[in-house]
């Protein structure tokens, strides 16, 4: 079994997953949009181009997100999205991209647990964790 996170977005998921794709040296493979789908008669119009399905490999992981439909979305809480990667350097570069237009709750540094920890959230408003841990 994996667990793969699924993003909700305001509106927003497109120009998110480009940022992402970017960011994580990823590979979009599916974006579909409102218009795209079986569905479209029934989603109002202004809504066809925003993203019904998007898809990002990130090699052993998915990340997967949609817009929320118009008075659906809520903002995410209580939960952040652990990243998790083998070279300090790596952690900053993430962090660093993230960080841009987002806001910062933990800076990234040394903990008891981790070469590299930090909290953000992303200027989409998604809720990150990066971790570098100790090689033992």
């Known amino acids: 079994m994996k667990i793969n996170s699924y993003l909700m977005f305001n509106g ?4 998110a997953f480009k940022f992402y794709e970017q960011c994580f040296d990823g590979k979009i493979t599916m974006m579909m949009t409102h218009r795209e789908a079986p569905s ?3 989603i109002s119009p202004e809504w066809h181009d925003k993203i019904m399905h998007a898809c990002l490999d990130l090699g052993d992981r998915l990340l997967m997100g949609s817009d929320s439909p118009s008075g659906y979305f809520e903002t995410p809480q209580g939960f952040y999205v ?6 300090p350097a790596e952690a900053e570069r993430i962090f660093h991209a993230l960080a841009e237009n987002g806001k910062v709750k933990m800076p990234l540094e040394q903990t008891f647990w981790s070469v590299r920890f930090g909290m953000l959230v992303d200027r989409f408003g ?3 964790m990066v971790n570098c841990e100790q090689v033992a």
């Open 126 to 128: 998604t809720p990150w």
């Open 82 to 87: 652990q990243i998790s990667v083998a070279e």
């Open 40 to 42: 479209a008669e029934h």
């Open 12 to 15: 927003n998921c497109e120009a």
